[in-house]
């Protein structure tokens, strides 16, 4: 049963042990948690809107005042402001700031606040972009032969945690495929022949082009990607490898960092460039090693550190966490 569908039986046998509707004027105290899984369900447009946000993510040289004029902006159009967090690169000069508010009452759509905004920010010398609502962007995983990756971020999109529309799995293997049924995602399965590795990209970009895809997610892909791939997608393909390089390289890093008897172990995410495994860090996690760890404890380990910063950097591109600049990224709370 979906999510809706619960919904609607838990609102069904609230009005047959209660005997009244969810919106009635009385409410029982001791029933607080079942009207707000039910209260969603009737909401009209212009109530959901209520809940929503807008999110601006921006850059510019530092310089005062700028967070009062935006501020101010805001508050003048009836913006009330949720989340505000910023940072200052005082070796570069540089300002970046994230800020969110609530969509109820403020006056301006979309494309009247590009053009509102605009006088402003060319005055100030701002690189900003703007996100209005919850709407759920178009993802595409990518994997090899290793699932926990992909089985991960599938769970957290099943239970909420990423706010996205996964609109197919790609694979170079057919190993993924019971899984992707079982989630009920779309499965493409297109082998990387040697020397056919161009034609397999091109049916891959077919396809994100033809569902409109707007991130791609390597989820232990171990094929590298083509500049000209890339170059289509900049600063929406997020990869996720170990943190062994560049001293351990090769199929079997944890075997090379087990013989030598490492005391840590990472992994990272990040952005991918046309530079193998040299795009801008999101983010990092180590776990610590001892003596007693055997090389299958060293692997498993590392297996969730993937997950880990994987489904975090997902998740933050996601909520528009993330300002790149230079090879280096602001990652905002």
């Given at each position: 049963?979906?999510?809706?569908?619960?919904?609607?039986?838990?609102?069904?046998?609230?009005?047959?042990?209660?005997?009244?509707?969810?919106?009635?004027?009385?409410?029982?105290?001791?029933?607080?948690?079942?009207?707000?899984?039910?209260?969603?369900?009737?909401?009209?447009?212009?109530?959901?809107?209520?809940?929503?946000?807008?999110?601006?993510?921006?850059?510019?040289?530092?310089?005062?005042?700028?967070?009062?004029?935006?501020?101010?902006?805001?508050?003048?159009?009836?913006?009330?402001?949720?989340?505000?967090?910023?940072?200052?690169?005082?070796?570069?000069?540089?300002?970046?700031?994230?800020?969110?508010?609530?969509?109820?009452?403020?006056?301006?759509?979309?494309?009247?606040?590009?053009?509102?905004?605009?006088?402003?920010?060319?005055?100030?010398?701002?690189?900003?972009?703007?996100?209005?609502?919850?709407?759920?962007?178009?993802?595409?995983?990518?994997?090899?032969?290793?699932?926990?990756?992909?089985?991960?971020?599938?769970?957290?999109?099943?239970?909420?945690?990423?706010?996205?529309?996964?609109?197919?799995?790609?694979?170079?293997?057919?190993?993924?495929?019971?899984?992707?049924?079982?989630?009920?995602v779309p499965f493409h399965h297109i082998p990387v022949a040697a020397g056919r590795k161009d034609y397999a990209?091109?049916?891959?970009?077919?396809?994100?082009?033809?569902?409109?895809?707007?991130?791609?997610?390597?989820?232990?892909?171990?094929?590298?990607?083509?500049?000209?791939?890339?170059?289509?997608?900049?600063?929406?393909?997020?990869?996720?490898?170990?943190?062994?390089?560049?001293?351990?390289?090769?199929?079997?890093?944890?075997?090379?960092?087990?013989?030598?008897?490492?005391?840590?172990?990472?992994?990272?995410?990040?952005?991918?460039?046309?530079?193998?495994?040299?795009?801008?860090?999101?983010?990092?996690?180590?776990?610590?090693?001892?003596?007693?760890?055997?090389?299958?404890?060293?692997?498993?380990?590392?297996?969730?550190?993937?997950?880990?910063?994987?489904?975090?950097?997902?998740?933050?591109?996601?909520?528009?966490?993330?300002?790149?600049?230079?090879?280096?990224?602001?990652?905002?709370?």
């Amino acid at each position: 049963m979906n999510r809706l569908g619960f919904r609607i039986l838990l609102e069904r046998l609230t009005q047959l042990v209660f005997g009244f509707h969810h919106d009635d004027e009385y409410i029982f105290p001791n029933c607080c948690l079942a009207f707000p899984l039910c209260k969603d369900v009737h909401l009209r447009p212009e109530e959901r809107l209520m809940d929503e946000s807008a999110i601006l993510l921006l850059h510019s040289a530092d310089r005062k005042g700028l967070v009062s004029s935006i501020a101010n902006f805001l508050f003048a159009h009836g913006g009330n402001i949720l989340h505000a967090d910023q940072h200052q690169d005082a070796e570069l000069g540089l300002f970046f700031m994230r800020i969110e508010w609530s969509l109820r009452d403020f006056d301006l759509d979309e494309r009247q606040f590009r053009t509102a905004f605009t006088p402003l920010a060319e005055a100030s010398g701002l690189h900003w972009r703007v996100t209005f609502g919850r709407r759920k962007i178009p993802v595409a995983l990518l994997v090899s032969r290793y699932q926990h990756c992909l089985i991960d971020l599938l769970y957290r999109h099943q239970i909420g945690e990423l706010d996205c529309n996964i609109a197919f799995i790609i694979s170079n293997h057919e190993d993924a495929q019971p899984l992707a049924a079982f989630y009920g995602v779309p499965f493409h399965h297109i082998p990387v022949a040697a020397g056919r590795k161009d034609y397999a990209e091109q049916l891959q970009i077919e396809l994100l082009r033809q569902h409109e895809v707007e991130l791609v997610v390597l989820a232990r892909y171990m094929q590298v990607l083509s500049a000209e791939f890339v170059a289509l997608y900049p600063r929406r393909i997020i990869n996720v490898h170990h943190s062994f390089l560049p001293a351990f390289v090769g199929a079997k890093p944890y075997h090379g960092a087990y013989e030598r008897g490492v005391k840590l172990i990472g992994a990272t995410s990040h952005y991918v460039t046309d530079v193998l495994d040299e795009g801008p860090i999101i983010e990092q996690d180590v776990a610590r090693i001892s003596h007693r760890d055997r090389l299958e404890d060293l692997i498993s380990k590392g297996r969730d550190l993937e997950k880990i910063v994987l489904s975090r950097a997902v998740r933050w591109h996601l909520e528009h966490r993330i300002l790149c600049y230079g090879n280096k990224t602001v990652v905002f709370d």
